[in-house]
């Protein structure tokens, strides 16, 4: 690909990514969505960050692996038990990590 070709696409991807983004703040106050859409808003963050782990927990090598060698699923599982029990943010980060590395140091 040409360097040219690469500037335009780079020029193309920023004005759909502020088109998509300016969206929002020119309907401000025009558009009201509906009220199911509402509702569901506060559970987008938590399906993004579950389609973000979840792939890094269950699979290993491209396998789905389920057993008990596999340390990040543990690690995960500890660190969502932690989370329910606190709800603290930092506190479910560093278990989990402190889990990971214990569990991987162990097997």
Do not use: K
């Amino acid at each position: 690909m040409s360097q040219t070709a690469l500037i335009l696409l780079w020029i193309a991807c920023g004005l759909v990514t502020f088109a998509i983004r300016y969206s929002f703040i020119a309907l401000e106050g025009h558009y009201q969505p509906p009220s199911w859409f509402i509702r569901w808003l506060p559970f987008v963050p938590i399906a993004a960050l579950t389609a973000l782990t979840m792939p890094e927990l269950l699979l290993v090598a491209g396998q789905l692996d389920l057993g008990t060698d596999n340390s990040r699923l543990w690690a995960g599982l500890f660190a969502i038990a932690v989370a329910a029990r606190w709800r603290n943010t930092l506190l479910t980060i560093g278990s989990g990590f402190v889990a990971f590395w214990l569990l991987h140091q162990l097997g």
